[in-house]
């Protein structure tokens, strides 16, 4: 019994000395009854374009122990707040991937963090040549083959080559589909000013238009080249200053540019030489040449 009654007294001790220990100033941390909260972070859309907002939604977190008091967000883009509600939403003006992130505290002092990725779409940049000095009966060259995306996604093209042209008869002229090649030819019969739209779109929904105007100036001729071989003959014989002619009408509304004229004899007799004179005249520009 003894032995017994001091193995009673030793626990006892024991057990005195560490309910004393606990109670010691430098022990307290080993006290620490705080609870975390439990963060959860929902972001939505999770994949948007350059300016758009996004959403964040904290509502579903839990205090565990008390109630939830503020909510901590870090957008990732070097901005943050602070709210009393688990909910807010952010606006992204640049491209990129953000990682966002939510700190839940409760009224215990407790904390807990969740985060999440944003991916931000960033919009092609349309390069688009046009040229500057087009006359009616030329065939523009518009070219937007430079054109970029940031992701270095690929890029789709729309072309409407005339806002003013209802080209697919729905109603509305300013939605039409007359090309979708980065390159278009635009041929031009009249002067005046021809407004177009180009639509450039990558393949995560980036979409950006950029309008274009050709100006075209009038010609004083519809200019078109057609070569022509024209031959007159005629069998007699002229004395010494007669003259014989042929006309010869190009065509309604055609205008001679350049010509070759020949002229031959078929020399059955002995003829003087240089005794023949070679005349064109285009009266209606006054031209008169001889040789």
């Known amino acids: 019994m003894e032995r017994g009654g001091r193995s009673t007294q030793q626990a006892l001790v024991m057990l005195g000395l560490l309910l004393a220990s ?30 758009e907002m996004v959403t964040l939604d904290a509502r579903a977190s839990e205090a565990v122990e008390g109630v939830l008091t503020e909510w901590i967000w870090d957008f990732g883009d070097g901005s943050t707040a602070t709210t009393v509600i688990g909910f807010t939403s952010h606006r992204y003006p640049a491209h990129g991937i953000y990682t966002v992130s939510v700190t ?4 215990q002092g407790g904390e807990d963090e969740s985060s999440s990725l944003v991916t931000v779409n960033g919009a092609p940049t349309i390069v688009l040549d046009v040229p500057t000095l087009i006359r009616s009966g030329d065939t523009a060259l518009l070219d937007a083959s430079d054109s970029t995306d940031p992701e270095g996604a690929p890029l789709s093209f729309v072309w409407d080559l005339n806002l003013a042209v209802d080209g697919d008869g729905n109603g509305q002229p300013e939605d039409d589909v ?18 177009g739209r180009l639509t450039v779109e990558d393949t995560d929904g980036g979409i950006v238009t950029e309008d274009f105007e050709l100006n075209v100036t009038a ?22 200053g007669d003259r014989w002619e042929a006309n010869h ?12 004229a020949i002229l031959e004899l078929e020399q059955d ?11 064109l005249e285009v009266p209606v520009d006054g031209y008169n040449k001889r040789a």
């Not at 100033?25 to 300016?51: F, H, R, S, W």
């Not at 839940?104 to 009224?107: G, H, K, L, M, P």
């Open 22 to 51: 606990l109670f010691l100033p430098g022990c307290m941390d080993a006290l620490d009854l705080t609870v975390n909260p439990k963060a959860n972070l929902e972001v939505y859309p999770a994949v948007i374009q350059e300016g």
């Open 104 to 107: 839940v505290v409760n009224d």
């Open 178 to 195: 007359d090309a979708i090649t980065p390159e278009v030819l635009i041929p031009t019969e009249t002067s005046g000013l021809i407004r």
């Open 219 to 240: 010609r004083r001729f519809a200019l078109s080249w057609v070569e022509e071989t024209v031959t007159v003959s005629w069998d007699g014989y002229l004395d010494q």
């Open 249 to 260: 009408v190009p065509g309604e509304g055609v205008r001679v540019m350049s010509y070759e």
């Open 269 to 279: 007799v002995l003829v003087p030489a240089d005794n023949f004179t070679l005349a």
